[in-house]
């Protein structure tokens, strides 16, 4: 019913930028949560930044003030634009949205597979 395709990751140096883009599909009557998590080999998934319907937002110790999330609402959309990039932020990166398809009356979160941010020189 709803589909999440991330795309953008790739392998970057070490203080450079990457933007990623994160695409809810399919018989959506409306979104109200997106964020964007990470999973690095060995380690448990975390939480890097969300944003509600309304546009509020909430980052990670880690990448506060180098991570910009932002929606379009519009396009159910989200973006996560990487500055400063480090090694540790070497992970795969999923997009996690809540949304309510026609056929439901109440929200769900549904997963994209990911993508992958690769900072090494």
């Known amino acids: 019913q709803v589909q999440v395709v991330e795309s953008g990751g790739a392998l970057v140096q070490p203080g450079g930028s990457l933007r990623l883009s994160c695409a809810a599909s399919?018989?959506?009557?409306?979104?109200?949560?997106m964020a964007w998590y990470r999973q690095a080999p060995g380690n448990q998934r975390e939480l890097v930044a969300d944003?509600?319907?309304?546009?509020?937002?909430n980052y990670a110790s880690s990448v506060k003030g180098r991570f910009t999330i932002s929606g379009d609402n519009a396009k159910n959309t989200v973006y996560l634009q990487m500055n400063s990039l480090k090694p540790e932020d070497t992970a795969v990166y999923h997009c996690?949205?809540?949304?309510?398809?026609?056929?439901?009356?109440?929200?769900?979160?549904?997963w994209g597979r990911g993508t992958q941010v690769t900072v090494s020189s």
């Open positions: 996690n949205v809540h949304a309510k398809p026609y056929s439901s009356i109440s929200y769900s979160a549904y």
């Open positions: 399919g018989s959506i009557s409306s979104i109200n949560y």
């Open positions: 944003i509600t319907s309304g546009g509020s937002t």
